[in-house]
Nanobody
Framework: VQLQASGGGLVQAGGCLRL?????????????LSWFRQSPAKEREYVAA????????YYADSVRGRFTISRDNAKNTVLLQMNSLKPEDTAVYYC????????????????????WGQGTLVTVSS
């Protein structure tokens, strides 16, 4: 599956943004979808994930309560609604897809996601 992310930009602290990721291919609903982020000099961070049906989600502690991941399998789209943004949320955000089964979303890691979008930059000013 090929992924195309969009929606990044510059926003003030406390503001919100919605990232979108559109996938090509007929098997979109067979993938777990996630968002990672990476800021300079840091490792790529696992931010959020959503199950194939959309019934289960995972959030990193750093974003829980502020970010919401959702998906629309009919439109091959996964969204990340980001509210109450903080300067430390500044990063390049990547959507990704993986086909791992039998593992909790919280236990997935970078290597479990095999398809990646190109990244979209989110900058939060203080």
């Amino acid at each position: 599956v090929q992924l195309q992310a969009s929606g990044g930009g510059l926003v003030q602290a406390g503001g919100c943004l919605r990232l979108s990721c559109v996938a090509s291919g007929r098997t979109f609903s067979s993938y777990i979808l996630s968002w990672f982020r990476q800021s300079p000099a840091k490792e790529r961070e696992y931010v959020a994930a959503i199950s194939r049906s959309g019934g289960m989600t995972y959030y990193a502690d750093s974003v829980r309560g502020r970010f919401t991941i959702s998906r629309d399998n009919a439109k091959n789209t996964v969204l990340l609604q980001m509210n109450s943004l903080k300067p430390e949320d500044t990063a390049v955000y990547y959507c990704s897809a993986g086909a791992r089964i039998g593992v909790r979303l919280a236990d997935l890691s970078l290597s479990d996601f095999t398809s990646w979008g190109q990244g979209t930059l989110v900058t939060v000013s203080s």
